[in-house]
């Protein structure tokens, strides 16, 4: 199975609302991050995460190693929000280059 | 601000044709990729390289070739283009690769073999 397994698949939200998306591991991992694929296709980054939480405007991650999840909470949707949202994670017992990405979440910000 | 510039922006291709899509760096970063996305799929890593003039397989590095000439590119070649391989491409940069740096993606490549 897959390593990295994000949900939801989708999620529609409308504007000013907010949601977490998840990502669970089935190995440990030792870091993970996540990015924003936007409409244009671009990749961006949002976080790089070894432990704990990290907090940047409306989006706010959590990785948790020992319990194998990531999380991504976003408040106050706005619409330039909508995009693909995937996880990336560093496994422990591989070397670093080999950063394994879940298939995503397909996020519909609606007005 | 990381700046990877991936060439050509899309491409189409014959079956059997000859494919090298092309990615410039201007960090300084060590490490380099090749990542294909498919619908349903993620990224996946193809082939990548952390010095000049060597490089890795990757995860799916069958009907791939890569070539690093400098520590600025790095180019992934298709010499038998098959419609298997019509696919979105993503160069990304790190800096070590040592687990402390974050991917550094370009914008990626339409490629469409017909």
């Known amino acids: 199975g897959d390593q990295v397994e994000q949900s939801p698949s989708a999620l529609s939200l409308h504007e000013g609302t907010g949601s977490a998306l998840r990502c669970n591991f089935t190995?440990?991992?030792?870091?993970v991050q996540w990015f924003q694929q936007n409409s244009r296709g671009s990749l961006i980054n949002l976080f790089y995460?070894?432990?704990g939480t990290k907090e940047n405007g409306r989006l706010k991650s959590t990785f948790n190693s020992k319990e194998s999840y990531s999380t991504l909470h976003i408040r106050d949707a706005q619409l330039e929000d909508s995009g693909t949202y995937f996880c990336?994670?560093?496994?422990?017992?591989?070397?670093?280059?080999?950063?394994?990405f879940g298939k995503g979440t397909h996020l519909h910000v609606l007005p | 601000e990381a700046a990877v510039t991936q060439s050509p922006r899309s491409k189409v291709a014959v079956t059997g044709g000859k494919v090298t899509l092309s990615c410039h760096q201007t960090?300084?970063?060590?490490?380099m990729y090749w990542y294909r996305q498919d619908t349903g799929h993620g990224l996946r890593l193809i082939h990548y390289?952390?010095?000049?003039?060597?490089?890795e397989k990757g995860d799916i590095p069958d009907g791939y070739k890569a070539s690093r000439p400098s520590q600025e590119n790095f180019s992934l070649i298709l010499e038998l283009a098959s419609l298997s391989q019509t696919a979105v491409y993503f160069c990304?940069?790190?800096?070590?690769?040592?687990?402390?740096?974050?991917?550094?993606f370009g914008s990626g490549t339409r490629l469409t073999v017909l």
């Open positions: 390289s952390y010095v000049a003039d060597s490089t």
């Open positions: 995460l070894a432990s």
């Open positions: 960090n300084n970063h060590d490490y």
């Open positions: 190995t440990t991992m030792r870091a």
């Open positions: 990304a940069s790190s800096d070590t690769g040592g687990g402390a740096e974050t991917l550094y």
């Open positions: 990336a994670a560093e496994g422990v017992d591989t070397n670093a280059y080999k950063v394994i």
